[in-house]
Every structure is written in structure tokens, then in C-alpha cells.
């Protein structure tokens, strides 16, 4: 009789034993996980008011016998477990929702509604996955406490907030993350992704994602009637000149191989058909990866502004006013490039070639850069991309050319199952493969 191996059957013949235990540890896993995802799901919370979600990280790693801080940088939990002598290696897991209101459609879906500090009444959704996140964290810390026996080094596990602005890891440090508790020699993290299929495994060595700045521009005018123009100085043309004039920054000044964005996001003015206003304001988003690129945008934007206000005639005393909000600052992700090679060969042991795959940067932002970047450079970071596109989906919308869903977007809408799976299956492989006993 001639046996035709397919699919699982085939990949569990060619998998290493040890891989195959590991992903056997995890289905088994995966009943109680999916059962603490659609708890999460269901109740997201907003940047630095993740103090329910948090609770929960932290209640599971103390059942496992992890050394457990709560409420470091706001509502961050730290995990520590002491194991013999051996290197320190960090998992990172972001547990902030998004002011989003969730359209997927799907049983058990978030219905939760705040009010933000700014006043702004909005329902609340895990839009950018953080609950998988959040879940393949709790599954790594099991299995990895399940296995004491076979690693060797001190395991840190931190539950991180406020990473949808910019502000969780820096908080964290400054809270003395790398001084109260042991400083890493290596710090790993996944983030789910919208633009390939679920379960593959992507990697980008270098540079992943992007410098990312907030920038405010207050233009000023001389208001005035708008059946009388020429009595005023009027903030919404050169506000409009200005926004034009930024595209030139990428355009004309930046190497055509080099990365950068200018995203005018936000233009306000007036309030009224026939009154022309003082002010204008524009928000914008800036995105690059090298500091040098950065510095020229940013310089660029300011230069920009105050000739086009020159231009136009205004006063010495009403120049723009430019404002890089600092607090929101994200610095480019760098991904430790020999340390992402070797942690992705041996990725490919366990999962395949083909669920492992080299994928170009991105200009999004994640503040897991934080962890390995400036002073903290001796410390070697890699976060992957676990895909968490369902296969059929993903299959329907490239044969009909359609656009799916993108992080961010209400109708995201994750196969949970396979994110989770693959991303505790992949994290806690690479740490035990740092801690592996000599």
C-alpha cells in the first residue's frame, strides 16, 4: 500500500523531535489560551489603562512561580524566573487597545466605550492585535516554565504599555527596568501582521520599522471678513501652501534610496462660510528610518513653514509655530542583523522555509526599539511578524484584487488561533535555544 505524506503529516516528518514536542506542548495549550484571547478581546483598554489586562499577565505568571512586578512605568507587570547560571533573555508582549470601534461582526467582539482624556467618547478594540500578543506571552511563559529542566539563564517577561503612543517602553526604562531587574543580553517580541498569510513567520535584519515623530504646526493669520481678503492675511492658504511645499521634502531633497514619509493627517481651521480665521493647524506624521534622514525632515518641516509664512507677508510676530511632540516619539526599530539571521535559520528547523520568510522594512512604528537602541545597544533585539491573514481570505482577495484589512482598521480580524500558536511555538524555541544547557 503506497502512503501519501501531505500537509501536517509531511512537516511533522521532517521536523526535528524536539520541534515536534514543543508544538505539541503548545496545541495542548491552545484550548485554555484562546479561552483567555476572547477574554481579552472583549475587553480591551486603552493606552495606560491596562490595568485589567495587566492583572491578568500578572496572575498567570505568579501560578507559574515567576518573581512578579506590577505597575512599573504606569501599568507594566515585570516577570522574572531565576534559573542557574546562563544568559538573560527578555519577552515582550504590548497590551494597549486602540480608540476604535470594532466592526468585524464576529462573535464576542469588543463593545467596550470610553471617554478619552480628550474628551472624545469612542469604543475601544484590540485593532492592532495586542491580545494575541498578549496571549502567546502567557503561552510562552507555561512553557517555558513546564521546561525548567531543559534551559539554563534567567528568563524576563514584561507586560508592556502604551505602545499605540509611543510612551510604554520608554516609561519602563525610566521606571528602571534595566536597573531593578536583570538587564538582558537578548530581548524578543512578535507583532501580528495584516499583509501576509496566518502562521508564516516574517524577519527583516537591520532596520524593520521606522522613526516615527508627531508634528504640530500652528499657522498664523490676520482673520478677518471673507467678503473683504485683502484686509486679512488668510492662515487656510498658507496653511495650504505649506502642506504643499512639505511634499517636496521626499520629493526633492531626499535620496531617492533612502526612506521617508511627511503625512499631513490633520488640517483645522475656521469656524465659519464667511468669517476668515486667525489660525490654522496643521498635525502631521514623519516617518525615516536613519537619525540623519530624520534630522533633515524635521529641520525641512520648520524651514518650510516659516519661508512659506515670509512669503506670504506675515509679521515677524506671527511666524508659524512648529512643535515635534517629543513625548510620542518612536525611534526606528533595528533588528540586530547576524542576531535575526541565526534566530531565523534556526526558525526554519522547526517550521520550514517556506513559513519563514525575509521581508522588506516598513514605515510603521514599535516601540520595542527602545529595548536595544542608544545606550542600551549591547543588548540584541529581534521582533518577527507572525501572518494573521486567514488562508482563505487572503486567497479570495488576491484573486479579486481587493484590499484586506490593515492593522488599525475595525474590521481586523485576525486568525487568532494560528497567530497565537505559531507566535508561543516561535518565541519560546528562540529562548530556549539562548538558555539551551551546555
Known amino acids: 500500500m503506497r502512503i501519501l505524506w501531505t500537509g501536517a503529516a509531511a512537516l ?24 483567555i484571547y476572547k477574554d481579552l478581546h472583549a475587553n480591551p483598554e486603552l493606552s495606560f489603562m491596562e490595568v485589567r489586562s495587566a492583572g491578568i499577565l500578572a496572575a498567570e505568571a505568579r501560578k507559574l512561580g515567576f518573581e512578579v512586578t506590577e ?53 475601544v478594540m484590540h485593532a492592532c492585535g495586542h491580545d494575541t500578543h498578549m496571549t502567546a506571552w502567557i503561552g510562552v511563559a507555561r512553557l517555558m516554565a513546564a521546561k525548567k529542566a531543559n534551559w539554563s539563564g534567567t528568563l524576563v517577561m514584561i507586560g508592556q504599555p502604551a505602545e499605540e503612543r509611543g510612551a510604554g517602553a520608554r516609561m519602563m526604562l525610566a521606571d ?19 499583509q501576509f498569510p496566518a502562521g508564516k513567520i516574517g524577519y527583516t535584519p537591520g532596520y524593520a520599522l521606522a522613526n516615527v515623530d508627531s508634528v504640530d504646526i500652528l499657522v498664523k493669520g490676520l482673520g478677518g471678513h471673507g467678503a473683504y481678503p485683502q484686509t486679512t492675511k488668510d492662515p487656510i492658504v498658507l496653511a495650504s501652501r505649506i502642506v504643499g511645499a512639505l511634499q517636496t521634502l521626499v520629493s526633492r531633497e531626499i535620496s531617492p534610496l533612502d526612506s521617508a514619509v511627511v503625512t499631513v493627517g490633520s488640517f483645522h481651521a475656521g469656524a465659519k462660510h464667511n468669517i476668515i480665521s486667525d489660525e490654522a493647524r496643521l498635525q502631521l506624521t514623519v516617518r525615516s528610518y536613519t537619525d540623519e534622514v530624520r534630522e533633515h525632515l524635521l529641520d525641512g518641516i520648520a524651514r518650510i513653514a516659516k519661508g512659506e509664512a515670509i512669503a506670504a507677508g506675515i509679521p515677524d510676530d506671527r511666524m508659524p509655530v512648529v512643535s515635534v511632540q ?33 521581508m522588506p522594512p516598513v514605515m510603521g512604528g514599535e516601540d520595542f526599539s527602545r529595548f536595544s537602541r542608544d545606550e542600551h545597544k549591547d543588548v540584541k533585539g529581534l521582533i518577527v511578524w ?9 486567497d479570495a482577495a ?41
Do not use: C
Open 386 to 394: 507572525v501572518g494573521g491573514v486567514p488562508q482563505a481570505e487572503y
Open 176 to 194: 528602571g527596568l534595566y536597573k531593578r531587574f536583570p538587564k538582558p543580553q537578548y530581548a524578543l517580541a512578535f507583532h501580528d501582521a495584516a
Open 326 to 358: 517629543k513625548d510620542e516619539y518612536t525611534p526606528a526599530t533595528y533588528n540586530t542583523p547576524e542576531f535575526a539571521e541565526e534566530m531565523a535559520a534556526y526558525l526554519k528547523t522547526g517550521f520550514g522555509e517556506e513559513r519563514v520568510v525575509k
Open 12 to 35: 511533522a516528518l521532517a521536523m526535528p523531535a524536539a520541534a515536534q514536542t514543543l508544538r505539541s506542548d503548545v496545541e495542548k495549550q491552545m484550548p485554555s489560551l484562546m479561552t
Open 398 to 438: 488576491k484573486k479579486e484584487g481587493r484590499t484586506l484589512p490593515s492593522l488599525h482598521s475595525p474590521f481586523w480580524a485576525p486568525d487568532a488561533p494560528a497567530v497565537i500558536s505559531t507566535a508561543t511555538e516561535a518565541l519560546t524555541s528562540m529562548a530556549m535555544k539562548l538558555m539551551a544547557k551546555k
Open 71 to 123: 505597575k512599573v512605568g504606569g501599568t507594566g507587570v515585570v516577570a522574572v524566573m531565576k534559573n542557574g547560571p546562563g544568559p538573560v533573555v527578555m519577552v515582550r508582549a504590548d497590551m494597549d487597545g486602540l480608540p476604535v470601534t470594532e466592526q468585524t461582526g464576529l462573535h464576542g467582539a469588543s463593545k467596550v466605550r470610553v471617554t478619552t482624556k480628550e474628551g472624545v467618547e469612542t469604543g
